[in-house]
């Protein structure tokens, strides 16, 4: 079945600095990929998506490129800010599963000053 | 336009009672799903309903939950006989059809006393 793997947390880093989030897929079809975010105290919310190889989806300074060849779509940023302290999720929605999605088990970012 | 809504926000039970948790999508969305959230844990696919299809029910942990959707619109998952390890915060999404970005209700936090 559709599993999705991302790096565990929780990732504490210094404001300013780059940030890789791992996150690998196994899909029975040709899913599309998100990001979704929560920061504290709020709900779930998009980040950032991509339906085919090779596309990036950016927003907020954060980038990720869809690669079919790795089964991959590592989140990053250049330069992370104390407001980006939240819970990541990778995500992969399938056609190849009738739709159904497929969530990692989130990685806990947390910046500091 | 309205966002997916989730009602009671919070909801304490006795232990071997039953509780309804509600979920209204956005107007027009196909997919709607159930996951479950517990402290510090990613998400838990429990139930993805599509259109008029049969639901994938491939996430209940047990017999004592299930869910419909009436209308194509309105969904319900229902806990019968809860447990203490039912406590969670249960997060309902909707999205226009599958493979599309998944719009995420507040959530019910559960307690099971």
């Known amino acids: 079945g559709d599993s999705v793997t991302q790096m565990e947390g929780p990732v504490t880093l210094s404001e300013e600095a780059f940030l890789t989030i791992n996150c690998t897929y196994t899909?029975?079809?040709?899913?599309?990929l998100f990001w979704y975010v929560q920061y504290p105290g709020e709900g779930l919310q998009l980040l950032l998506k991509a339906t085919k190889a090779d596309d990036k989806g950016s927003n907020k300074g954060f980038e990720a490129t869809y690669r079919k060849e790795t089964t991959s779509f590592h989140l990053e940023k250049g330069s992370v800010q104390v407001s980006d302290s939240a819970v990541y999720f990778c995500a992969l929605s399938d056609r190849g599963n009738a739709g159904k999605s497929t969530f990692g088990d989130g990685t806990t970012l947390t910046v500091k000053p | 336009g309205a966002g997916v809504s989730q009602s009671p926000s919070n909801k304490v039970t006795e232990k071997g009672k039953d509780v309804e948790l509600r979920c209204d999508p956005i107007?027009?969305?196909?997919?709607l799903y159930w996951y479950r959230q517990s402290l510090g844990q990613g998400l838990e696919f429990l139930i993805y309903f599509q259109g008029n299809s049969a639901p994938d029910k491939s996430g209940l942990p047990s017999d004592r939950f299930s869910a419909e959707r009436t209308g194509g619109s309105v969904s319900t998952l229902t806990i019968q006989r809860t447990q203490q390890e039912d406590s969670a915060v249960y997060l309902c999404?909707?999205?226009?059809?599958?493979?599309?970005?998944?719009?995420f209700g507040p959530g019910t936090r559960l307690l099971v006393l």
């Open positions: 999404a909707s999205s226009p059809t599958p493979r599309e970005t998944q719009y």
């Open positions: 899909a029975t079809g040709y899913p599309s």
């Open positions: 107007s027009g969305h196909t997919a």
